[in-house]
C-alpha cells in the first residue's frame, strides 16, 4: 500500500494523520499549516499539532523513477513542468480577463439603473409638487363633512394682496375675556400644587437620547426651522423646514404621518391646534396656511401681511391667530373666517418684528423686534403698555411661563433674560457661553422648567435657574424645543436635518 500526502501528493518521509479529516499529510507540511491557519486543510475544522496521529512505516529509500536516471531525462522532466505551468498561468489570465468583462459590464448596467431610479425620483417629486400646489386651488370637497373643520368658504384660497381688516367687534372682545377670566382661576388653582406625574429634577438629569430621527425633511434643503408637539397627543410632532414643507411626524411608531406642501418659500413657524386636527404655518412668502391633516390639505390660506410672517401664536381660544411680520405690524385674525380682525403697526420704530407670543391669559401678548426691544400689548386696547430693552441684537425668542408671571427673552447676545410682569423688570440674566446663539425657548406646562435651544440644548430649573441638563448631539445649530407631556420627554430640532427625542 503506498501512503500519498493530501498536500504535496507524494510519498511522505514522516506520515501523519489527521483525526479530523482522516487524511495523510507529511508531518513538516501539516504542522507549518496548522501553525499558519489552526484548521485542517480538508475540511477548514480545527486541528492542532498535539492532535496529529504519527504512521509507522518501514523505512525504504524511495527508488528513482527510470525516467529521471540521466541528466538529459531530468532536463526533459523540468521542461515538462514549465511547460504545465505555463499553460496554467495561460489559463488563469484568460478567466481574469473575463471576470474583467463580466465586472465592467455589470457596473455598467448598476450606473444605467442609478441614473433611471433618480431620474424617475425627480418626476415623481415635481409631480407631488405640483399635485401640492394644486390642492389648495381646489379647496376641500374631497374631504367628507364630519371630518373637516369648520372654516370660512374661502377655504384654500389665497388673496394676492393682504386682507381688509374686519375689526374687533365687542362679541370677540367679550369671547376673549371671558376665556382669559375662565384661564386666571384656573392657573391660580394649579399653580397652588406642581403636577405628580412631573419629571422630578433629579430624573430629569438622567435624561439620555432615546432616538434620532433624520428623514422628516428633504436632504436636498437640510434645515428644520421649527416644531411644535400636539398638546392632545404628544406622540405626534410638527416640524418646519427649509424644503418649504411641514411634515407631522409620530415619534412612538417613527413615521411620518403626512408632508404638508404648498408653501413657496421655508417654513418657520408651526403650531398644532390643541382641540382640533388642524395644524397652522406661515412662511416668508407672507402666507399663513391652516391645514386639515386627514387630507394633507390648505382650509384656509390667510395673507395678513406684505411681508414674511416671522412669528405666530394661537389665542388660546383657539379661534385667533396672532402673527408679527417683516412688515412692521401684527396682525390678530379669526381662522374660522380667515379674516384679518385688526392690524397693528407700531409707528414708534421703524423695524421689523421677529417673533410673537401670547400671555397665558390671552388678554397681552410680547413682541420682538429687530432693534432688541421686547413689546408687551393690550389686545383689547390694541395699544403698546411696557417695553423690556436690555438686549443686544434681533428679539429671536420669547417665552410666556404657565405661570403668568415670567417671561423669557433672547436675542443675539448670548444671554437668556427673565422678566417679571408684575415689576416690568429683569430679575434674572442667564450667562450663555461665548458666541452662544439661542433659536428657541420654552418653559414646560407646569411653568417648572425652561428649554433653550441654540448652539445645543439647555434645561433650567425655575426660581433656582440652575442647569439641569446640556444635550450636544445635534451636529449644527438647534432651531426648537418643546417639552412631553409633564416633561416626561424632551423633543429638539436642528440644521442638521434631525429631531432628536431625549428621556429616560
Known sequence: ????????????????????????????LIVKYIQENGTDPINGKELTEDTLIEIKTPSAVKPRPPSATSIPAILKTLQDEWDA???HSFTLRQQLQTARQELSHALYQHDAACRVIARLTKEVTAAREALATLKP????????MDQKPQYGVEAGGVADQPMEEAGMTPEVIQKLQDKATLLTTERKKRGKSVPEDLVKPEQLRQFQTLASHPGLHSASVPGILSMDVCPTDTSKILTGGNDKNAAIFNKDTEQVITILKGHTKKVTSVIFHPEEDTV?????????RIWHVPTSQTVQAIRAHEGGVTGLSLHATGDYLLSTSTDEHWAFSDLRTGRVLTKVGDTSTQHSLTTAQFHPDGLIFGTGTSDSLIKIWDLKERANVANFPGHSGPISAIAFSENGYYLATSADDSVVKLWDLRKLKNFKTLTLDEAYEVKSLCFDQSGTYLAVA???IRIYLCKQWDNLKTFTDHTALATGVRFGQHAHFVASVSMDRTLKIYGL
Do not use: H, K, W, Y
Not at 5 to 10: T, V
Not at 137 to 144: C, F, L
Open 454 to 456: 441654540g448652539s445645543d
Open 85 to 87: 505551468v505555463m499553460l
Open 280 to 288: 397652522i404655518t406661515a412662511s416668508p412668502d407672507c402666507m399663513i
Open 137 to 144: 386651488q381646489a379647496g376641500i370637497a374631497a374631504a367628507p
Open 1 to 28: 500500500m503506498s501512503l500519498t500526502c493530501a498536500l504535496s501528493n507524494e510519498v511522505p518521509e514522516q506520515p501523519v494523520v489527521s483525526p479530523v479529516s482522516g487524511s495523510i499529510f507529511e508531518r513538516r
